[in-house]
T-cell receptor, first 114, second 114 residues
Framework: EPEVTQTPSHQVTQMGQEVILRCVPI?????FYWYRQILGQKVEFLVS????????KSEIFDDQFSVERPDGSNFTLKIRSTKLEDSAMYFC????????????FGSGTRLTVV | AQKITQTQPGMFVQEKEAVTLDCTYD???????LFWYKQPSSGEMIFLIY??????QNATEGRYSLNFQKARKSANLVISASQLGDSAMYFC???????????FGKGTKLTVNP
């Protein structure tokens, strides 16, 4: 069964450092998403991406965050200068369309900022 | 105002029994979709079931069924014949018609006892 792949599974970074989280969405999917889940809390939407553009973003997704699809397969989330409060599980997801009932999530990257 | 409310922080059920996890939602959009995801202790988000606002029948997927009561704005998940492997966090989520994002509830931790 096709899956969304995220790397690394766990990343530890120093406060103030830049970090890039990587995702390989399902190959025929056209819409890509990032969500985050702070430990013990609910899953929160960050951004959606379609046709090489951000199509929707939340208030969490400020200037410190950016997304990119650098080639035909990868989808990345960059945090420019990490803060302690960025520590969370970050999930990538993809779908064929935004009305698609089949949002597929990756296994997540646990980011720890120290 | 919360869009998705899950009032049960934790639930316990005996193996082989059925359990209902509650979810209520709030939207004025006539077109929306409702989702349930399972998050085991390993952290990944696993799609379980989907219900569209215009669907006439309640969704079912194997041992999972969604008790959709539109007038009450509730979308409870019913798990029949619980198994030990069903122990996990369960999240209800909604996508409104004009948006690409999923809005999640705070989750219910289900524990299945042998």
């Amino acid at each position: 069964e096709p899956e969304v792949t995220q790397t690394p599974s766990h990343q530890v970074t120093q406060m103030g450092q830049e970090v890039i989280l990587r995702c390989v969405p399902i190959s025929n999917h056209l819409y890509f998403y990032w969500y985050r889940q702070i430990l013990g809390q609910k899953v929160e939407f960050l951004v959606s991406f379609y046709n090489n553009e951000i199509s929707e973003k939340s208030e969490i997704f400020d200037d410190q965050f950016s997304v990119e699809r650098p080639d035909g397969s990868n989808f990345t989330l960059k945090i420019r200068s990490t803060k302690l409060e960025d520590s969370a599980m970050y999930f990538c997801a993809s779908s064929v369309t935004p009305r698609d009932q089949g949002y597929t999530f990756g296994s997540g990257t646990r980011l720890t900022v120290v | 105002a919360q869009k998705i409310t899950q009032t049960q922080p934790g639930m316990f059920v005996q193996e082989k029994e059925a359990v209902t996890l509650d979810c209520t939602y709030d939207t004025s959009d006539p077109s929306y979709g409702l989702f349930w995801y399972k998050q085991p202790s390993s952290g990944e988000m696993i799609f379980l079931i989907y219900q569209g606002s215009y669907d006439q029948q309640n969704a079912t997927e194997g041992r999972y069924s969604l008790n959709f009561q539109k007038a009450r704005k509730s979308a409870n998940l019913v798990i029949s014949a619980s198994q030990l492997g069903d122990s996990a966090m369960y999240f209800c989520a909604m996508r409104e018609g004009g948006s690409e994002k999923l809005v999640f509830g705070k989750g219910t931790k289900l524990t299945v006892n042998p």
